[in-house]
């Protein structure tokens, strides 16, 4: 297992998390900073509020997650994401079909993307992804891979779209910043879903996946399942064709008749022998008592 010393910071969640907060911090203070002068501090508040709801939504699930209330209702939170994010989505097809361009295009398919690549990672394995079947959906085969690098080349070609149209040095340096605040987010989900991969294999070398484990337990347990279905209609249909049952019945008739027999001529052997036994013992005081007057007459 590597040390987290060994870790580089785009591996590392943590560090992911804390370069998203700092971002979107500086995001919301460019957005603003030209504003200063121009408007009271309510007013500013309100303007922050009003344009940059979508970064505040983001930064306050980010700095959740450094405590623990935040990791321990991760789940609720990630539902917290994806609704802001299916929002945005929303709102950039609303602006696509308003004024159809390029950059509204990109940033349409880039919102889009960014969603369902939070539907499938965040929601993975918990109780919506269950209820909702999005283990079914057609987007679940998208690798991992795939989704993170179709995200970094919709996003430079958004951000080269941006710098060409864009004329003034605010809006080069929102556009950027922005832009490292995608490739960060991209980065984030990237890891959080390769991290559900792998608690997901076990083994060394060879990885072997529990849901292609259950999926063929399941499939054994079906055919073992028709297997004794099959034997056990066998066995009845041989039954009944040969009448085994009957058979079985017969045989039980014969052995209990048989016993019934044995057990009285064993009752009349033993009643017999008994009476024998008997009639032995009542002869044996008369055979003494003729003796003894035969003797007496000899004497005489």
Not at 45 to 69: A, G, Q
Not at 181 to 197: C, F, G, N, P
Not at 274 to 298: L, M, R, W
Request: aromatic letters at 14%; proline letters at 1%; a positive charge.
């Amino acid at each position: 297992m590597k040390d987290k010393k060994d870790i580089k910071w785009y591996n590392s969640a943590n560090m992911i998390t804390t370069l998203i907060i700092i971002v979107i911090g500086l995001i919301i203070i460019c957005t603003q900073s030209f504003a200063m002068g121009k408007y009271s501090s309510f007013e500013l508040f309100t303007s922050i509020i009003n344009h940059n709801s979508v970064y505040l939504f983001i930064l306050i699930y980010f700095i959740l997650l450094k405590f623990y209330i935040g990791k321990r209702y991760f789940n609720y939170l990630s539902v917290l994401i994806i609704f802001t994010y299916f929002i945005t989505t929303i709102t950039s097809f609303l602006t696509l079909i308003q004024a159809f361009s390029l950059n509204t295009s990109l940033d349409f398919i880039l919102n889009f993307f960014i969603l369902i690549y939070l539907l499938h990672s965040l929601l993975k394995d918990t109780r919506i992804w269950r209820e909702f079947y999005f283990c079914n959906s057609p987007f679940n085969e998208l690798s991992n891979e795939f989704m993170f690098y179709t995200i970094i080349v919709f996003t430079i070609f958004l951000l080269a779209v941006n710098l060409i149209n864009t004329i003034i040095m605010s809006g080069v340096v929102i556009s950027i910043l922005d832009t490292v605040y995608i490739l960060l987010l991209d980065r984030y989900i990237y890891l959080y879903r390769k991290y559900l991969e792998d608690k997901k294999h076990i083994g060394g070398d060879e990885k072997v996946n529990f849901d292609d484990i259950k999926k063929k337990l399941n499939e054994v347990d079906k055919k073992v399942s028709k297997e004794l279905d099959d034997f056990g209609k066998r066995v009845n249909d041989y039954v009944k064709e040969n009448e085994i049952d009957k058979k079985i019945d017969k045989a039980k008739d014969t052995v209990v008749k048989t016993t019934k027999d044995v057990g009285k001529q064993i009752g009349d052997g033993v009643k017999e022998a008994a009476n024998d036994i008997k009639d032995s013992f009542n002869e044996k005081p008369k055979k003494k008592t003729t003796t003894k007057k035969t003797v007496k007459k000899g004497d005489k």
